[in-house]
């Protein structure tokens, strides 16, 4: 990684004026981001972060005295061009001609590898990560907080890869429970076959609201507990009706994913567990943590002073198991398979108490893996709605995105004639969708918008694959063939220094992301590398400058455009190479 030998060669100098071991120095090294008004160094030192005491302690004008003084004692090397003082930190910027080579050569050289090779990860231990995210319930609407969850938990599954983690993909559906019996009545009512495997979720659910209208009706209620108490008994004729409803379930939910480009490695769920849930149960008893209350529920005190001030319940008055039961039993299963190193669920935030529960009963079983569990929440969405009215499958929000954007292309001006529009709008809308969702903190509630997810100009998904395909026009126009012996020296104007600054970063912005699982931090990072580049695109022409020019700035344009299709792929994007 580029940044890695500038910031090397900075922390040795640094190591032997401060004589601490450069390698405590080289993450209080950072790359500086860019700025519109001014021209700004490569890299600051924070004076805080190697003083002895925190920065707390010390006066802001004492950390600007320290910086100042610092800066008087270092040297301006091969490498460093010039060492300035600024507020509480010593900035550096490097030689000119050294960044670009460097960092066009690392970009060209690592590929898709760019940034996650950084010495920043050198630390990070590789590890095994289970990743439960989607679970959408069979037979109910797919709300909009699926499309949130699977979007998320790609991202972080993506991240991870990448990072070189070995990750199992699980989507664990909700397949089990009194709905199914409630169901099964309505299929025999309401049911047709062929609907069935032609369009099984949308049929399922037809059904599902015919019967929940007439399950007022004591008969009706009577049946449904009848069929779902045949199911946990596996009477086959039952347990047959249950296993067509989640076969057809799971074949359309794969086809729907495949057009979002998400994929597990295990489609798990509750029906798995509900045997298993009954020994867990059986050892909650056996280590005493399982008490009766009047009514006859078996409840988990959480409280510390074993007052019941907080508790879980986890058994139904006639014993059968809850849905808190069957996730115990699905992590100490998924522990004994997979031995994991950190397990994740990723879901909405009206969640966080159940998870904070489970984590809590797995500890009090004597399970000390719960401590690397970890719950990734995010907030609700509000105000997605398609044309027909409110979303209730995801399909229906890929529709419309598709739909919308093919409108959109056929009224811009600057609409190429594209192989296969369809598929092109397809992809440019599910951008416009993650990037809408991702801009902010995942815990955030968030509005959404059709008109602002769609735009072309501004920090949206589509101002990134516009960018994106730009740069590709420009590759193929001007000879994509592998440049050599590119002498990249000249790029010396403000707006490529900008673009090569930038590139610097990436490894610190994945760093950032791999630590709280945040994905805005890359979004961000992507916004302004297009923005970087639109203007580069405008000030730097390849069309009439001279050859050596014209390739080094060819050579510049193509790092940009690998490093933005990288951050794009890691967030779920596909960019497209033609709009």
């Not at 020296?489 to 600054?501: K, N, Y």
């Amino acid at each position: 990684m580029a940044a890695c030998s500038f910031r090397r060669s900075i922390a040795s100098q640094l190591s032997k004026v401060l004589d601490l071991p450069p390698e405590n120095l080289i993450k209080s090294i950072s790359a500086v981001p860019v700025s519109k008004k001014r021209h700004v160094a490569d890299f600051q030192l924070s004076i805080a972060s190697v003083t002895e005491g925190s920065s707390s302690d010390c006066l802001a004008q004492d950390l600007n005295l320290q910086a100042q003084k610092l800066a008087e004692r270092l040297k301006c090397d091969a490498v460093v061009s010039e060492i300035s003082a600024g507020p509480g930190t010593v900035n550096f910027t490097i030689n000119r001609e050294l960044l670009a080579r460097t960092v066009l050569q690392q970009v060209l050289k690592d590929g898709s590898e760019y940034g996650v090779k950084s010495e920043l990860f050198s630390t990070v231990p590789r590890q095994k990560a289970v990743i439960e995210f989607s679970s959408p319930n069979i037979a109910k609407k797919f709300h909009i907080g699926h499309l949130r969850s699977t979007i998320v938990g790609n991202f972080i599954a993506n991240l991870k890869v990448a990072l070189g983690h070995e990750v199992i993909r699980i989507n664990y559906l909700g397949d089990w429970g009194m709905q199914f019996g409630l169901l099964a009545v309505g299929f025999q009512r309401f049911g047709n076959k062929d609907k069935l495997k032609s369009s099984p979720l949308q049929h399922l659910f037809e059904v599902y609201v015919q019967i929940n209208k007439a399950a007022e009706d004591e008969n009706t209620k009577k049946l449904a507990k009848d069929f779902f108490r045949k199911l946990e008994e596996h009477d086959e004729q039952p347990l047959s009706l249950w296993k067509q409803f989640r076969d057809f379930s799971i074949e359309e939910y794969i086809r729907i994913y495949k057009r979002l480009g998400v994929h597990f490695d295990e489609y798990s769920g509750e029906s798995f567990y509900q045997e298993k849930s009954q020994e867990v149960l059986k050892m909650l008893e056996d280590k005493g943590l399982l008490q009766k209350t009047v009514k006859g529920t078996g409840i988990v005190d959480l409280s510390e002073k074993k007052d019941l001030s907080s508790f879980s319940t986890v058994m139904r008055s006639d014993g059968t198991s809850l849905y808190i039961t069957r996730d115990l039993a699905a992590a100490i299963d998924r522990m004994n398979k997979h031995s994991w190193d950190t397990m994740i669920y990723v879901t909405d935030k009206s969640q966080s108490n159940h998870f904070q529960h489970l984590f809590q009963i797995l500890k009090l079983m004597g399970y000390d893996w719960a401590e690397r569990c970890q719950h990734v929440s995010f907030g609700l969405v509000q105000g997605m709605k398609t044309r027909r009215g409110e979303v209730i499958f995801l399909e229906d929000v890929l529709n419309e995105v598709r739909s919308r954007m093919l409108q959109n292309m056929a009224s811009a001006k600057t609409t190429k004639e594209i192989e296969d529009p369809m598929d092109t709008a397809e992809k440019v809308g599910l951008a416009a969708l993650i990037i809408q969702d991702f801009r902010g903190l995942l815990s955030s509630d968030y509005q959404f918008s059709w008109d602002r997810a769609l735009q072309s100009h501004g920090d949206t998904g589509v101002f990134l694959q516009y960018t994106h395909a730009r740069l590709h026009s420009l590759e193929q126009m001007h000879g994509n063939e592998q440049l050599t012996d590119v002498n990249v020296a000249c790029l010396q104007e403000p707006s490529a220094i900008s673009v090569l600054q930038h590139l610097l970063r990436y490894d610190e912005v994945l760093y950032r992301s791999s630590q709280d699982l945040q994905p805005k931090h890359i979004v961000s990072y992507l916004l302004t590398l297009s923005h970087l580049a639109a203007v580069a695109h405008k000030t730097l022409p390849v069309k009439g400058s001279s050859p050596e020019l014209a390739q080094a700035r060819l050579r510049l344009f193509q790092a940009a455009r690998s490093v933005l299709a990288n951050g794009m792929k890691l967030l779920g994007i596909t960019p497209v190479t033609q709009m």
